[in-house]
């Protein structure tokens, strides 16, 4: 699939199919992640496969509730992690992006540089699985604490997202954008 199809056809995908994926497949989703950019290419991004369906399930319940016309309501994504086959958790090493080579924080935006690159690495993930016909949601809405307990993540790591990775069972809906005209400026902003 060519890469501008790919970024407009991918959608967040919440109800799969419980047909596996298989490892070669998972593996060529990891590297196109693996092949993003980042800081100083520190490549601060772990990853971790989850196939076991307890503990799938476990880190699915570890999905955060978001009040709603002020009622709790599940996370959109936690069938989506019980169903799908696999589930990839994507965790940062702290202390390399932001950092000169000695280890200083060189920006005003501190060690948060993290997220930019784990984001790069989902994003290439995402885009690499939709070619290949496969359906993920990035996660961001759960408890990392207890998410990084359940799988063993040491101290040093933050757990920052995590993507169920299966055959869709539906063609997940099209999310209207906003205006490129209300986000695009020229020379200054606001123009
Ligand atoms: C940082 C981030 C966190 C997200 N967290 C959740 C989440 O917790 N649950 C969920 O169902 N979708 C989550 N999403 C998916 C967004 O809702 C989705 O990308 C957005 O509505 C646009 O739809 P599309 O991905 O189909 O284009 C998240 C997306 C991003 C980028």
Redesign the pocket.
């Known amino acids: 699939m060519e890469v501008l199809e790919a970024i407009k056809t991918?959608?967040?995908i919440?109800h799969y199919k419980t047909d596996t994926v298989d490892d070669k497949t998972v593996q060529t989703v990891l590297e196109a992640a693996h092949w993003a950019p980042s800081w100083g290419n520190t490549q601060c991004w772990r990853f971790i496969v989850v196939r076991d369906a307890k503990t799938r399930a476990e880190v699915a319940d570890s999905?955060?509730k978001i009040k709603f016309d002020n009622e709790l309501v599940e996370?959109?994504?936690t069938i989506?992690i019980k169903q799908a086959p696999v589930l990839i958790v994507l965790c940062a090493e702290m202390g390399m992006a932001g950092c000169s080579p000695d280890g200083i924080l060189v920006t005003d935006k501190g060690d948060y540089w993290f997220m930019f690159d784990t984001?790069l690495a989902m994003e290439n993930l995402t885009l690499a699985a939709h070619a290949l016909g496969l359906g993920t949601?990035?996660?961001?809405?759960?408890d990392a604490g207890k998410t990084a307990e359940i799988l063993g993540v040491p101290e040093g790591l933050r757990v920052v997202?995590m993507t169920p990775l299966g055959f869709p069972d539906h063609r997940?809906?099209?999310?209207p954008r906003k205006e490129l005209s209300d986000v695009i400026f020229n020379e200054k902003y606001g123009q």
């Open positions: 991918r959608r967040s919440r999905l955060l996370n959109a994504a989506a984001a949601v990035i996660v961001g809405g759960f997202t997940g809906q099209i999310s």
